[in-house]
């Protein structure tokens, strides 16, 4: 019984971990997604492992689209130069 008191603990300091950090970049969610046991449940009364996820999905596209969105705004910058120029 001491085995499963124990993984219980670890399991809820991870999700703990995980709900704390879920809405920046510092956990990479493939590392994550490797590292969740195979016996854990993906919701539960306690825990939503989905809307941790989600979070965590959505703040990776945010930043990539606000990347791409940034580089698009400075090609064209250099565009109207380039016309301007000639």
């Known amino acids: ?3 499963k008191e ?3 603990k670890y399991k809820k300091a ?6 704390k950090y ?3 970049n510092q956990l990479q969610a493939d590392k994550v997604l490797e590292s969740i046991p195979e016996d854990w ?3 539960s009364s306690e825990y ?3 809307s941790y996820f989600t979070n965590m999905f959505d703040h990776m596209l945010t930043v990539e ?3 791409k969105i940034s580089s ?3 090609n064209m910058e250099c565009l109207n130069k380039e016309k301007e120029a000639n």
Do not use: C
């Open 14 to 19: 991870a999700l703990e971990l995980l709900k």
């Open 1 to 3: 019984m001491r085995h």
């Open 48 to 50: 939503n492992l989905l």
């Open 6 to 8: 124990q993984s219980e």
């Open 65 to 67: 689209e606000n990347t």
């Open 41 to 43: 449940d993906i919701s």
């Open 72 to 74: 698009y705004l400075s």
């Open 22 to 24: 879920s809405s920046g």
